[in-house]
């Protein structure tokens, strides 16, 4: 019986619960449609037999979706990610060895209910960001065969491209989680650096390599990495995922800030569509509440060029330069011509390059700190097979153009769709930000993806859910009333952690201010009440997180946070007041605010 089922999550859990379809047979016809286009597109290094499948799908006999939130969905894992009994190559034979057990990621994936398809290819030892560079095949694009699939996570791309996985695990170091997803109409999510585990991964750079996911849309990327977000003991660089990015994190983005490079950092090697295209994305942004910001990008191009020009590409070296020594044709011609110069590298120089690194981090973070993520292209100009074969190095150095930067600097980035070329080929953006804002990113290239309307991967129609709730990220909104608001007594607190004024409005007209006895300062209690209420006069600000704990923990009775309701409907943590610090307080609600009241006094 064959099926043409649309595999995104909802979409196959639908499926699985109107029992039209059962993980077996929806696995069967996957492996068999994965082998009969393996020929042509060169995805996948290892295949699962029907008798490797097996033991993940007798483990969900008798289980149901209401019981594993991923049950019977279809995933392939990029073959430098481990799976239990099946031979990890990094896309070289000679490097190959069978693992005991899987990689903590894909063995929270598999407890899940997921089931492995198979291991995909990908640039040999994930150098490369553009899919030839393997012995196992070129991965021709999923759309257009004259172009590559990008890389080096070039099978997993094509894995969910094609309609053989709801999602894919990649990697990415210096793009490969993004490049591919921009060139085969995907999302590529590429967490903070620690946020997915890398055990069982075979490093590039161990230092900065992230596991990444392709989906179709940001939503499922969303779920997927409040899934598996955990700090794993087994992996020394794993980070624990602060709970402002946890999966209440997606939602509906509020007007926003986004950074763009200046004119004179855009690059597009050429290419006469991208700033046509990139100019038109800007706009989707503004349209969902954006408003752009140029800024100076130079410190983040000066730390891309850092990963292969200074001694990151030491790294890379140490963990194939051993192999690479005692068997260099084991290791392809093009990676060799970058690892050569690596074995000259000094401790000195890499001291020098990560002070330099520094300097320019605190820069990038200072300019990162004025927007709430920067838009950039994901990849300046596609390029075709035949000009990869004529200049592989200079061609691969152009594509990671927008993304090399952004491990070293400890970034968030969402690669997502946003246009197609005049020849049919997918163009995208790349949205980034400060480390831990993932589902935030997620949630504007969500709304980006809504906004387009772009076909889906399997060319349906994207009709994606609103999220009901807000998008947040790592800074918390704050809503005062007294003497917090700006150029008044205690607006220090916030300006000392780091708060900025977002907006000047008022409260629904459901509130009475009073002036609290004693003092000084002089403070406000702001209560709201059942009936007689007024809109009082109130500052949004916007403070890190991080920052939010110290400031409660200093409010003084009888006041404390608690939810506001704004003028436009919406709910604010807020000063709310108990009703016993009333005592001795003076009702000051026909003042309509704080600073109207101190103005009568004087």
């Not at 491209?161 to 490049?179: H, K, M, P």
């Not at 509440?289 to 000066?302: A, I, K, Q, T």
């Not at 035949?386 to 190095?393: R, S």
């Not at 003084?556 to 108990?578: M, N, Q, R, Y």
């Amino acid at each position: 019986m064959s099926h043409n089922f649309d595999l995104r999550l909802d979409t196959l859990r639908t499926a699985y619960h109107d029992d039209r379809i059962t993980p077996r047979e929806l696995i069967t016809e996957l492996r068999d449609k994965a082998a009969a286009l393996n020929s042509e597109y060169h995805l996948f290094i290892h295949l699962l037999s029907q008798e490797e499948l097996e033991p993940y799908l007798a483990a969900l006999e008798g289980k149901s979706p209401a019981e594993l939130p991923l049950y019977g969905i279809p995933f392939a894992i990029k073959d430098n990610i481990d799976l239990a009994g099946i031979p990890t190559t990094a896309a070289c034979p000679a490097f190959a060895y069978t693992p005991a057990e899987s990689a903590s990621v894909v063995r929270r994936l598999v407890a899940l209910g997921a089931v492995p398809l198979g291991k995909t290819n990908l640039d040999q030892f994930a150098t490369g960001l553009n899919g030839t560079r393997s012995p196992y095949g070129e991965c021709r694009n999923s759309v257009l065969p004259e172009y590559p699939s990008g890389g080096s996570s070039a099978g997993s791309s094509l894995a969910v491209a094609l309609g053989i996985a709801t999602f894919a695990l990649g990697t990415d170091t210096a793009g490969s989680g993004r490049v591919p997803a921009a060139l085969n109409n995907l999302v590529g999510l590429k967490p903070s650096k620690g946020l997915l585990s890398t055990h069982g991964l075979v490093p590039a750079c161990r230092t900065l390599d992230c596991i990444t996911y392709f989906t179709a849309t940001a939503c499922e990327a969303s779920e997927l990495l409040a899934l598996t977000a955990q700090l794993d003991p087994l992996d020394a660089y794993s980070r624990a995922n602060p709970q402002w990015n946890d999966g209440g994190a997606f939602g509906t983005p509020r007007p926003f800030r986004f950074g763009v490079p200046q004119a004179h950092h855009l690059q597009f090697f050429g290419c006469h569509e991208g700033p046509e295209l990139f100019a038109n994305a800007i706009e989707q942004l503004r349209a969902i509440g954006g408003e752009p910001v140029e800024l100076d990008f130079s410190p983040f191009l000066e730390a891309a060029r850092l990963l292969y020009e200074g001694p990151w590409v030491a790294e890379r070296y140490s963990i194939m330069g051993e192999l690479m020594e005692r068997d260099p044709e084991a290791i392809l011609p093009v990676i060799r011509a970058v690892l050569a110069k690596a074995p000259s590298v000094t401790a000195v120089e890499a001291f020098r390059a990560q002070y330099r690194l520094q300097e320019l981090k605190a820069v990038s973070d200072a300019l990162l700190s004025t927007v709430d993520c920067v838009l950039t292209p994901t990849i300046g100009r596609p390029v075709t097979l035949a000009e990869l074969h004529a200049e592989p190095v200079l061609r691969n150095s152009e594509l990671g153009y927008y993304t090399n930067f952004m491990n070293l600097l400890d970034y968030a980035a969402v690669a997502v769709p946003s246009a197609l070329m005049d020849n049919g080929l997918p163009w995208g953006v790349t949205l980034f930000g400060r480390a831990f804002t993932d589902q935030y990113l997620l949630s504007l290239a969500d709304a980006l993806q809504r906004r387009t309307a772009l076909p889906l991967t399997g060319g349906v129609a994207a009709k994606l859910p609103v999220p009901a709730s807000a998008a947040s990220h790592d800074k918390a909104r704050l809503v005062v009333c007294g003497a917090h608001l700006d150029g008044l007594a205690l607006n220090w607190q916030l300006r000392q952690r780091g708060a900025t004024l977002q907006c000047k409005t008022r409260s629904a007209p459901a509130y009475r201010l009073h002036a609290l006895a004693g003092g000084p300062p002089l403070r406000p209690g702001m209560m709201r009440v059942a009936e007689n209420g007024v809109a009082i006069e109130v500052e949004v600000w916007e403070l890190p997180s991080a920052e939010l704990g110290s400031f409660l923990t200093r409010i003084p009775a009888p006041l404390g946070l608690g939810k506001v309701e704004l003028a436009d409907g919406s709910w604010e943590t807020g000063f709310i007041c108990d009703a016993w610090g009333l005592e001795g307080a003076e009702d000051i609600s026909r003042f309509g605010g704080w600073r109207s009241w101190l103005a009568s006094r004087e």
